[in-house]
């Protein structure tokens, strides 16, 4: 499988979506504080956003590994199984932190803000999808498969803050 991270670098118009509205950014790895995984699992930092959250890599392997997402603030929750699964979050959904109750009024409203602010949004992120080979889900699809992933398999997936050994909160819970 070709390398998703590496299609990100060399395109630069994928590359400038998923900076925003995406607001992920490959140069943003290195997380504000000292964490580990309760599980002792290896946890890699690789990409970033605006507001000092990080995109960790959970276990062992590569792109196809879970993908942890943790704010400047205390919360964390697994966001993704996989690069591909978190391109097309952010691609279809760059609101997702901000859809706390996963309803489709909730979504309806946070999408038009960001419609409003960028009436080009929709034929952005469909050339930042062909460019990096992705097929995209409904908005729908992807914040359910969201709240499966955070509420199912991100049980299992609970960050510390070393120094402390105190667990984050869950940014998105059951």
Same mark, same amino acid.
């Given at each position: 499988?070709?390398?998703?991270?590496?299609?990100?670098?060399?395109?630069?118009?994928?590359?400038?979506?998923?900076?925003?509205?995406?607001?992920?950014?490959?140069?943003?790895?290195?997380?504000?504080?000292?964490?580990?995984?309760?599980?002792?699992?290896?946890?890699?930092?690789?990409?970033?956003?605006?507001?000092?959250?990080?995109?960790?890599?959970?276990?062992?392997?590569?792109?196809?590994?879970?993908?942890?997402?943790?704010?400047?603030?205390?919360?964390?929750? &697994? +966001? %993704?199984?996989?690069?591909?699964?978190?391109?097309? #979050?952010? /691609?279809?959904? *760059?609101?997702?932190?901000?859809?706390?109750?996963?309803?489709?009024?909730?979504?309806?409203?946070?999408?038009?803000?960001?419609?409003?602010?960028?009436?080009? &949004? +929709? %034929?952005?992120?469909?050339?930042?999808?062909?460019? #990096?080979? /992705?097929?995209? *889900?409904?908005?729908?699809?992807?914040?359910?498969?969201?709240?499966?992933?955070?509420?199912?398999?991100?049980?299992?997936?609970?960050?510390?803050?070393?120094?402390?050994?105190?667990?984050?909160?869950?940014?998105?819970?059951?």
């Amino acid at each position: 499988m070709p390398s998703m991270i590496r299609a990100i670098t060399e395109n630069a118009e994928a590359a400038s979506f998923l900076t925003w509205p995406g607001d992920f950014e490959l140069d943003c790895k290195d997380h504000v504080e000292d964490v580990h995984l309760a599980s002792g699992a290896a946890l890699e930092g690789f990409a970033g956003d605006g507001s000092g959250g990080t995109y960790f890599f959970c276990g062992d392997g590569g792109e196809e590994r879970p993908i942890l997402y943790a704010d400047s603030e205390g919360g964390a929750t &697994l +966001v %993704a199984i996989g690069v591909q699964q978190l391109l097309q #979050l952010l /691609l279809v959904a *760059p609101w997702w932190r901000d859809c706390r109750a996963f309803t489709k009024e909730e979504s309806r409203k946070l999408a038009a803000e960001y419609h409003d602010d960028m009436p080009d &949004l +929709v %034929a952005r992120r469909d050339r930042a999808a062909t460019a #990096l080979g /992705l097929d995209l *889900p409904t908005e729908a699809e992807a914040l359910t498969t969201l709240r499966r992933v955070a509420t199912e398999a991100g049980r299992d997936f609970v960050l510390v803050f070393t120094p402390e050994g105190t667990p984050y909160e869950r940014l998105i819970g059951d």
